[in-house]
């Protein structure tokens, strides 16, 4: 079993900053991608950002030059560093990591979310 552990959200203003990070744990081989999804309310849990474990990186464009993913392999853990925050990144983001608990097999696990608040 996997654990993902979220942190970092809360209330911010526009123009702010936060850091969210996820850490994982349990039995496993490796974990390859890592990301996170956010989900506002009445929407739609849409992609915000993942990273794989060369480090490549994917954003979507509503985020790009303003959220940073990085991560740190030697403690399971990824960071959001989320910068130049808008009313419209108000959701709660969620942590997924799609990890192999063996080596002929990948399964995919979700975090329990952390709530991020922009205020106007």
């Known amino acids: 079993q996997v654990q993902l552990v979220e942190s970092g959200g809360g209330l911010v203003q526009a123009g702010g900053s936060l850091r969210l990070s996820c850490a994982a744990s349990?039995?496993?081989?490796?974990?390859?991608?890592m990301g996170w999804y956010r989900q506002a309310p009445g929407k739609q849990r849409d992609l915000v950002a993942h990273i794989s474990r060369d480090g490549t990186t994917n954003y979507a464009d509503s985020v790009k030059g303003r959220f940073t993913i990085s991560r740190d392999n030697a403690k399971n853990t990824i960071y959001l560093q989320m910068n130049t925050l808008k009313p419209e990144d108000t959701a709660v983001y969620y942590c997924f990591a799609n990890v192999r608990p063996v080596y002929t097999r990948i399964d995919a696990y979700w975090g329990q979310g952390t709530r991020v608040t922009v205020s106007s």
């Open positions: 349990g039995n496993f081989v490796s974990i390859e991608v």
